[in-house]
């Protein structure tokens, strides 16, 4: 209980990093689980680095933060142990930098140092169903694999090889990009809230979803979330794909008789490959729009219109976010869900060329 309260407290203070414990004998050491964090992108250390920030403010856990070296090329094995603090709560960090022939070391060097009898979650910047050095030999410990798609150049390659590596996976497992939308999927459940709206929106004859295509260092490949959500949407409403094409501003995904286009915008704002707004497009049934503001990029703005009817506009909370709360509670805790294996299953089956 007191560690509970400790750590409510220590939501919005700064993260210090101590090299020497003996210079803070006022901390109170906790942790919760191991938090096994790996990359071998440059690019996105920084984004990883912050990330585990974030964590430790709301779930206290030790933190090992691999750094595949790979992108040197050298054959090198360095480790740095250190302290995190988050207000009166302070957490081990383990740095560990191998390149070359030692690499494939890590998982051994790891196993002492993880605190026994305390779940152990694998937080993966690489692609899972490829990488073969490090994650093979941990994950059959692990009891949660987070990975973020971002990692794949291809997103219809990526779908079809995860779909396959599901059942393999002897943990439970969950996507970064997924975790992302659970904001948005809770937003458009909560407005087709009736049979008659449901049916509406999928009887729509254009459907419109608008991401933000601005990218960073940590986020080259914007349009991941957006095609998530159509395909979620179609796996919904029982929506059967038959193909796909570029018009000048954006890509188009044909359902039967429904089109949906993914529309790019560049708003340094919002966070890269965030969904923007999703409307209607059809100029009969059910009309809506669904829009992020910039000035409050918390919450959605819904305008909801039949032939016959017009309700008031709406506020509501974007419960999902980059960093935010909701997100880590997603990463840590949400179960795992069949959703998912048919959106992928539906990605998996869409063809570009």
């Known amino acids: 209980m007191v560690l509970t309260m400790k750590t409510a407290t220590a939501d919005k203070r700064e993260v210090k990093t101590e090299k020497n414990s003996k210079k803070n004998p006022y901390k109170q050491k906790a942790s919760l689980f191991n938090f096994i964090i790996y990359t071998h992108e440059q690019r996105r250390i920084p984004f990883f680095q912050e990330l585990a920030d974030t964590v430790i403010r709301k779930f206290p856990c030790r933190i090992i933060f691999i750094k595949g070296n790979t992108f040197q090329g050298e054959d090198d094995f360095k480790t740095e142990i250190s302290l995190k603090t988050a207000g009166p709560i302070a957490c081990d960090y383990i740095e560990i930098q191998a390149g070359g022939a030692h690499l494939v070391q890590v998982p051994f060097y790891i196993l002492p140092h993880l605190e026994p009898d305390l779940p152990i979650y694998l937080l993966w910047g690489q692609d899972p169903t490829s990488e073969s050095e490090v994650l093979p030999r941990l994950v059959k410990f692990a009891d949660r694999l987070i990975f973020d798609s ?33 904001g948005w999927r809770h937003v458009i459940a909560s407005v087709m809230n009736s049979q008659d709206r449901i049916e509406m929106l999928a009887n729509a004859k254009g459907l419109t979803i608008t991401y933000n295509d601005h990218t960073s260092e940590a986020f080259a490949h914007t349009a991941t979330q957006a095609d998530y959500l159509q395909a979620w949407l179609a796996t919904r409403l029982g929506w059967k794909y038959k193909s796909i094409s ?69 506020t509501m909370p974007l419960l999902t976010r980059s960093k935010g709360a909701s997100f880590i509670q997603q990463l840590l805790y949400a179960h795992p869900s069949h959703h998912y294996d048919e959106m992928l299953e539906t990605i998996s089956n869409e063809n570009l060329s």
């Open 246 to 314: 570029q018009d000048k501003d954006a890509t188009i995904v044909n359902y039967d008789e429904t089109s949906i286009r993914l529309l790019p915008r560049d708003i340094p704002a919002f966070t890269p490959g965030s969904i923007i707004g999703f409307s209607s497009s059809a100029e009969e049934g059910l009309q809506f729009n669904i829009e992020r503001q910039e000035e409050n990029p918390r919450q959605v703005t819904v305008n909801l219109s039949t032939n016959d009817k017009c309700w008031l506009p709406v």
């Open 150 to 182: 971002e990692c794949s150049d291809k997103i219809q390659t990526f779908s079809g090889e995860m779909l396959k590596s599901l059942k393999s996976f002897p943990c439970q497992i969950l996507d970064m990009n997924w975790a992302r939308l659970a």
